[in-house]
Each structure stands twice: as C-alpha cells, then as structure tokens.
C-alpha cells in the first residue's frame, strides 16, 4: 500500500505541476492573473492534486486496474475505429444527455442535468479566469467594445451593453438558476423517497447538495448586492462566497463530486464490453448454456485470483465426478475449474440443490417418519 | 438508522412452495421501486417444481464489492451489502458475474446494478423485509436467532459457504439440519450434479401455541 500510495502522490504532484506550469503560461507570466483570486488558485492547484492522487489509487485497485488496461487497448486497436459511431452515441445520449439518469425517473434526470450543464458552465466561466487564462480589456480608441483575450490571444470582441455582453457577464448567474433548480428537485426526492431516505449518508449524499446550494445562493447575492443594493455588504458576500466555493475545491477529490472524473470510464467499459462479446460467450458448464463475453469472465477470474479470492474448484475431484454421474449417464460438471464458469442461474439453483441435499442425507433413515424443515 | 444486530434473516430453501408472494412483495420495496430483487429460480425446471427464493446473503467480505472496478458497492456498518451507489456503477456487470450466490442483477437502461439491500428502508426500522413479511411458508423469516430456533426443533441457522476452494460467510443464515453430525457449512459447490429429489413436505405454519410468524419484530 505504501508503494501505491507514493505513485499516487507522484502522480498527483505532476499534475498539480502541470496545471500549475499552465496557469503561468496561460496568464503570461501572470501578467494577467487577478491577484484577488489567488485563494482560489491553491484551491484548484490541491484539487488537481487530490483529485489526481485519488484517481491513481483507484487505479491501482485489480479490477479497476485491468478495465483500465481493457478499455484503452479497444480504444488504440482498430476496433476504436469500427465502434467510434457508437462511442460518439455513447457520449452525446448518455454522458451529454443522461438518458440512463432520466430512465431512473424524469425528474431525477431533470435535477441531475440541471445541476450538471450548470456546474459545466460555471466552471466553464470561472476556472479560465481564475487562472488567468481568460481575461476582457477595452479596446483602445472604442470604450464601449471589449476584447476578449485567451491565453494572451485577441479571441473576439463585443459591445458592452449589448444583449451578447449581458449574457457573458451574467454567465454565473444563469449556472446558479441551473443548479438550484436541480438541487431543489434532488432535496424534494431525498425528502419524500422513503428509499433514499433509508440508504442516504449526509456526506455523500446530502452535503453535495448543501455546498452547490451554498455556492450558487452566496454567488447571486453578489450580483444582487451590485445590481440594486449599491454593493452593500459585498466585501463580506465575497468571503463567504470564496469559503463556500474553495471548501467544495478542496473536498472535491474525497467525496460525491469525484463521480465527475471517474464516470467517463463508463464509455471505455462499454466499448470493450462491445468487442468483448464480438469474441465469443462463455458457456455455463453445467447448463451449456451461453452467459456472458468469454473475455469477461477470463478477466474476472484472473481479478478474482489477485484479490486472494479462491474459487477454484480442485476440491471436486475423481469421487464427486463418478459419484455425481450415476443415474444420469453423463457428468454435467465434469470440466468446470472454476466457480466463474458457473452462470448466475446454476449459482441459485445449486444453492437450493446443496441445501435440499443436506437434508435428503438427514433425514434418509428416517424419510418415512418426519419432513425436512418442518417445526 | 441501521438493522438491529439481534434481527437476522433466516432462508430454508427447502420450505419453498413457489408462491410468487415474495417476487411480488420485494417489487413493492421503497429502494428499488417497482422492480423484484429476489430470485426465485427453478432448480431444474425441466424435471421438478423445486423453487429456491435467492435474496443477497450479505457476505462478510463480499465478492461484488471487492471486483467492482468502480468501487461502487458498500457494506453498512450493521453488515448489509447495499445496492451499487448510482454515481459511481459504471454498469461493467462484474459483480453480476462474481457473485456466488448469483444475485445482482444489472440494469443495462439504467447504467445501473441493482440487487437485494435487505430492504433496508424497513429493516433499518426493525420491521421485516418485504419478502419475509408475506411467505407463506417462512422459507424466508427474519427475526430473532431465539425465535427461529424454538419453531424449528429440527433446523439450525448457518452463515458459512463453500463455493470450491473459496469459503464464505455471510450476514444472512441458511436453514440446514440440526441432527448430528451438524454440517459445519453448505458447501454449494458439492451440489453440481445434484437433481432435486422427490419428497413430501408438511409446513408446520399454522399452529397454535408458536410464535405468530407474521407479528412485526419489536426492538
């Protein structure tokens, strides 16, 4: 665990490098950079690292480690190419679109949406320029336009006052109606699903909900306090807004929110589930009948055995075989090594089999006399 | 809110009638609206009518959980296996697979595992799960250890199951003979050319001076 846990935090700090490398780059020399944000900068610069070092520990795991290994070598083999359609699919329906959240439920799908493509565009708005990325300035000779500049490069120019300049600069403000109006379908069904009630746990599932609340209501009372309070009280709105947003930055790696990051691997599993089944089913070995994509259920075995699992069925030897045959003419379970060769609906017969066995075995001498299981 | 730690489940297969009640019941559960977890399967349908009512048996240390590359499923401190937390499954179907007792199901609409939580909007609160409240035949009971042993004189609970080389312990008990020698566990996996076996059963379930099956649970 030890040694994980170095790679981890090397490949956390390498990240968080990166991104910080790119923040002088991007702000040339942070010639651009908004000093009043810097709290937030180290906010994002431990984020990428704990998002990073956690993300490198889960990899680290067996199974998450060999669909890591799966999914990118479909994603570098031709088959990438044959599947690219469906990988596009995938990723507008399911990932844009959230159809599998929406056939949890409508509203579901409505408040996880919501709540997505606002905190998509918010973060779209203000990581840019929080690291100095993005910055307006005014065109010389023309005070009503303004220039955007990315990276240090002119990218566009538009009228101050205009229809276009009054959506880009009220931008935070549109992600905040997005994401009440989802945290408020989310709170309705924790509130009233007897369900999620039960099972929720304040951390993981309900602070979430509390801090995206905090963030979007404490961001719009600054644009209240400007707009039509004469900026009162906006030094103060701006500390708890900065507490509420960086609090969220630094829990970001340890709790629901790192769904984000490791959801996407949904798109590489289904791709090598694709080709997986392309290759072949894997045959119960005591029904015969297909179960699953013979390179699955090989990967699961090989997981299994680094995890310390032991299903190996050695213990079925010669006698259970000869013993197993009569009566029948054939041994159905002759070649099974493996417990994983076993489908899901033998599993729950056979668990019926052994129990029943146990008691014709009891009660043999005296089967005449008293039934199995009765009081 | 957490199950009691004096309130167990207790499965005798062999009680089984094949009523449907429990498939009916479990649709009706809180924390997978509409949708049956328990399994009743045929032991071999071509043959017999033997039926096996399957629910998630908890594992100490469960299988599902440990291959899930998504780290999606989680056993609660009282020892219920939960369902796969909706953020994180990312619908590989490995814990379908890797399961023993062959009891996830995956959702492929849904991106999503679902299986058997011990309904624990009801468990949590002491009362029974909604497939023990209705069988019949207690095939599936949950309650008290002191309870199950003093209406089954000939039973005894056991939580621990060989699957090949692989032993399993689990949180939900199995009904197997009491009589001498007691089987130390049920090693499933020395069924694997077992045929069902005509038999007569009696189920003991109405009878005056036992314990009322179907009360709640007091805690």
């Known amino acids: 665990m030890a040694h994980e846990r170095v790679r981890a935090i090397v490949v956390g700090v390498i990240v968080a490098g990166c991104l910080a490398v790119l923040i002088v780059l991007g702000s040339r020399s942070l010639t651009h950079f908004d000093a009043a944000l810097v709290g937030y900068t180290f906010a994002t610069l431990f984020a990428a690292f704990g998002i990073a070092y956690r993300y490198a520990m889960w990899l680290q795991r067996p199974p998450s480690r060999m669909y ?18 469906s990988g596009i699919r995938r990723a507008v329906v399911d990932v844009a679109g959230n159809r599998f959240i929406f056939q949890r439920g409508f509203l579901r799908g409505a408040a996880h949406m919501s709540i997505m493509w606002g905190c998509i565009l918010a973060a779209a708005i203000t990581f840019p320029l929080v690291w100095g990325w993005i910055h307006f300035e005014t065109m010389p000779g023309h005070l009503n336009t303004y220039r955007t500049v990315v990276f240090g490069f002119p990218a566009g120019e538009f009228q101050i006052g205009g229809i276009l300049s009054f959506l880009i600069f009220h931008g935070l403000v549109w992600a905040s109606i997005l994401v009440l109006a989802g945290v408020m379908l989310a709170f309705r069904r924790r509130m009233i699903d007897h369900g999620a009630a039960a099972t929720q746990q304040f951390g993981e599932d309900v602070l979430p909900l509390v801090l995206l609340c905090a963030i979007s209501i404490t961001g719009m009372m600054l644009t209240v306090s400007y707009t ?4 009162y009280a906006y030094g103060f709105l701006a500390i708890l807004h900065a507490i509420t947003v960086i609090f969220t930055l630094l829990w970001l790696p340890f709790g629901k929110f790192f769904h984000i990051f490791q959801r996407p691997a949904q798109l590489g599993v289904a791709l090598y589930k694709e080709e997986a ?15 699953a994509s013979a390179a699955v259920v090989r990967d699961l ?30 041994n159905r379970s002759s070649r099974a ?11 729950r017969a056979l668990f019926g089999l052994a129990q029943s066995a146990l008691w014709s075995q009891a009660i043999e001498p005296e089967r005449e006399t008293r039934e199995p299981g009765a009081a | 809110m957490a199950v009691p730690g004096h309130l167990e489940f207790f499965v005798d ?46 594992c100490e240390q469960p299988t599902c959980a440990e291959v899930c590359p998504a780290d999606a499923i989680k056993r609660t401190s009282d020892g219920v296996v939960q369902s796969a937390r909706k953020p994180r499954c990312i619908a590989c179907g490995n814990c379908v697979l890797a399961c023993p007792f062959g009891v996830p199901e995956l959702y492929n609409d849904q991106l999503l595992m679902m299986k058997c939580d011990m309904c624990y909007d009801r468990s949590s609160v002491g009362k029974k799960p909604m497939c023990a409240t209705v069988c019949p035949s207690q095939a599936l009971f949950f309650g008290t250890r002191e309870e199950i042993l003093s209406i089954r004189p000939q039973s005894m609970p056991t939580n621990r199951f060989r699957f090949g080389d692989q032993t399993i312990t689990t949180r939900v008990n199995v009904m197997v003979p009491r009589k001498k020698p007691r089987p130390l566990l049920l090693d499933v996996t020395s069924a694997m050319n077992e045929r069902p076996q005509n038999r007569t059963l009696r189920l003991g379930v109405v009878d005056q001076g036992e314990p009322d099956p179907f009360a709640e649970v007091k805690i």
């Open chain 1, 68 to 85: 890591w290994r799966r999914g990118w070598q479909v994603l570098v083999s031709s088959a990438a190419l044959q599947r690219i359609a």
């Open chain 1, 228 to 231: 039509w309070m004469r900026g």
């Open chain 1, 277 to 291: 089944e392309q290759a072949g089913q894997a045959k119960c070995k005591r029904c015969k009948k297909p179960y």
């Open chain 1, 301 to 330: 075995t090989t997981v299994e055995r680094e995890l310390g699992f032991r299903y190996e069925m050695t213990a079925l030897g010669p006698k259970s075989a000869d013993k197993e045959g009569k009566g029948t003419g054939k």
């Open chain 1, 337 to 347: 090594d493996h417990y994983q060769q076993i489908c899901p609906p033998c599993r």
């Open chain 2, 13 to 58: 297969p062999s009680r089984c009638i094949g009523c449907q009640s429990c498939v009916q019941a479990c649709s009706e559960c809180d924390t997978h609206h509409g949708e049956a977890m328990i399994h009743l399967e045929y032991a071999d349908r071509a043959t017999s009518i033997q039926t096996v009512p399957v629910i998630c048996m908890h």
